[in-house]
């Protein structure tokens, strides 16, 4: 991860090996290099608005950052093939990567932006992918393939299993 911005920090080092860091550290841009097994490698970049807080120990900073990853051309009907959008052709398709807490051990949840299509749409797309794990199965398959998950894909759910461990 790289990043820059701005903030007011203050960093004290003391004789026997005592590092401190405080303030408020705000991200204007930045880069996160995200590896999947080794397999699906993508580049987020960092949102602006981003905040590391620094409360003394540096590891122990706390962290409210998202980050993107774009997939040009997505199509919606992949999602359901029942359901009817109004977005008939194929869509740009924002990977978001929440990244929340301990510098150390982050929490990480995932969620789709779509800056293209209609509250209709976007209100779909939402029933559809209503769960973390479902949400989860659809970012993988997005940074993987380059589409969303539809049942086709079901036939080898060993893979899918494996795929979403990883995750």
Same mark, same amino acid.
């Not at 007011?8 to 080092?13: E, F, G, T």
């Given at each position: 991860? @790289?990043? !820059?911005g701005t903030g #007011? =920090? $203050?960093? @004290? %080092?003391y004789n026997k090996g005592s590092f401190k860091m405080f303030g408020l550290y705000n991200i204007n841009k930045g880069l996160y290099r995200m590896s999947m097994q080794e397999v699906i490698r993508k580049d987020f970049n960092l949102q602006d608005g981003g905040v590391v807080n620094f409360n003394g120990d540096p590891f122990s900073a706390q962290l409210d950052v998202k980050a993107a990853y774009t997939v040009n051309s997505a199509s919606l009907r992949d999602l359901s093939p029942t359901a009817t959008f109004a977005q008939k052709t194929s869509t740009r398709v924002n990977c978001v990567m929440n990244i929340e807490g301990s =510098? =150390? $051990?982050p929490s990480v949840t995932f969620d789709l932006d779509l800056p293209t299509v209609s509250e209709e749409d976007k209100s779909m797309? $939402? @029933?559809l992918v209503a769960t973390d794990e479902q949400m989860n199965l659809q970012i993988i398959y997005l940074l993987g393939i380059g589409r969303f998950y539809t049942d086709e %894909? !079901?036939?080898? !759910? #060993?893979q899918t299993n494996q795929a979403m461990n990883s995750l």
């Open positions: 991860i @790289s990043a !820059s #007011n =920090l $203050k960093a @004290s %080092y =510098l =150390l $051990k797309v $939402k @029933s %894909y !079901s036939q080898d !759910s #060993n």
